[in-house]
């Protein structure tokens, strides 16, 4: 049975995971780039610790999007039920499971496949307001709200 506390948790632990690989991935670049200071000089140095520098700021960008991430997802209620579509629903329509929380890709919950998205994303904006049993519009085909959690 695919409830919305069992797809938010998913998603947790999905960012939490994620934000983890990434501290881990910026602590390897720091070893890296402690280790390029003790055996290297000149010219290759430099080079070597500008693309360290370069693949260290990338980092920290993934790193603060999924931290930003991980706050708005934990700002979702699961357990609140509105009557209308908004951020924090989990919706079910003929093309399948739908979470409008934060922009995650896909994640699979009982047996089942979640598209994780942002309430900005157009299938979100086409949905919000709307109730199970109303229909909307996207890309010229009209798709059914079939469950609204």
Request: hydrophobic share 40%; aromatic share 4%; charged share 20%.
């Given at each position: ?77 699961p357990d609140i039920h ?24 896909t994640v699979h919950v ?40």
């Open positions: 049975m695919m409830t919305k506390p069992a797809v938010h948790a998913a998603c947790m632990a999905m960012l939490e995971h994620r934000l983890n690989l990434l501290k881990h991935e910026m602590r390897a670049l720091q070893e890296a780039s402690e280790e390029e200071t003790k055996s290297s000089a000149g010219d290759k140095y430099e080079t070597t610790r500008e693309m360290i520098q370069a693949e260290k700021e990338k980092l920290a960008e993934r790193m603060e999007e999924a931290s930003n991430f991980l706050h708005l997802m934990g700002s979702i209620q509105p009557s209308h579509i908004q951020t924090g629903s989990l919706v079910q329509t003929e093309t399948g499971w739908i979470y409008v929380s934060v922009g995650l890709g009982a047996g089942q496949k979640i598209f994780v998205i942002s309430p900005v994303a157009p299938v979100a904006q086409a949905m919000l307001g709307k109730k199970a049993g109303d229909v909307f519009q996207l890309n010229g085909k009209t798709q059914t709200i079939k469950i609204h959690l």
